[in-house]
């Protein structure tokens, strides 16, 4: 089960949603098309940077203690964007709740979901437990894909005048994954697979 709630709130925190939709996401803002390109562009750098502090941190720090920072930075990113959207903030405002939100994931269940679809499967069946993993992140991203004109198109979405209700969901969810990261999610930081085996178990 493991496995499958890492994938699940991966794709449940909004980040694909984010990183394929940045564009109208800022325009609805209120950026200009050439503005909102650009800060799209500096989404993906920051996206970069901060994956490269995850990978960093996560022999340091440990799976778990980054899936908490990451949680806590997501409902806390999440939760202002709505915020955002709801009074008309602005989109500076917006635009760092945005990089914020970009950050939490690189630190968190970006570095560590792959790590900790590896570790937490014996030998024998890694090689299917991680395709099971992977398969589970990719259909949830591409189910997301496919409803977000649903809420997002620009003429006939539920959300189109204000996306508000859709980071509070997103937010919810990362709520419901910190409940889980504190819960049920074993540190794998320096442990065996014997040691990983019998915490899951435990769990």
Not at 101 to 113: E, L, M, P, R, T
Not at 127 to 154: E, K, M, N
């Amino acid at each position: 089960m493991a496995c499958f709630f890492v994938a699940f709130f991966n794709q449940w925190s909004g980040i694909n949603f984010i990183l394929y939709y940045a564009p109208e996401i800022l325009e609805r803002a209120g950026l200009a098309a050439k503005d909102s390109l650009g800060n799209s562009i500096l989404i993906g750098f920051t996206n970069l940077i901060f994956t490269f502090v995850g990978l960093y941190l996560i022999d340091r720090l440990g799976r778990k203690t980054l899936l908490l920072i990451g949680s806590v930075g997501y409902i806390i990113s999440l939760a202002m964007v709505a915020w955002a959207f709801y009074t008309g903030a602005g989109a500076t405002f917006l635009l760092f709740f945005l990089m914020l939100f970009i950050a939490s994931h690189a630190i968190g269940q970006g570095a560590v979901i792959w790590v900790f679809i590896s570790e937490i499967f014996p030998t024998k069946t890694r090689a299917a437990g991680q395709s099971f993993g992977a398969s589970i992140h990719w259909i949830f991203a591409a189910i997301i894909t496919l409803i977000t004109p649903v809420f997002l198109d620009s003429e006939s979405g539920i959300f189109k005048d204000n996306p508000w209700p859709i980071f509070s969901f997103f937010a919810f969810m990362m709520a419901l994954q910190l409940v889980w990261v504190l819960l049920k999610v074993p540190e794998t930081k320096g442990a065996s697979l014997e040691d990983i085996e019998s915490k899951l178990i435990k769990n």
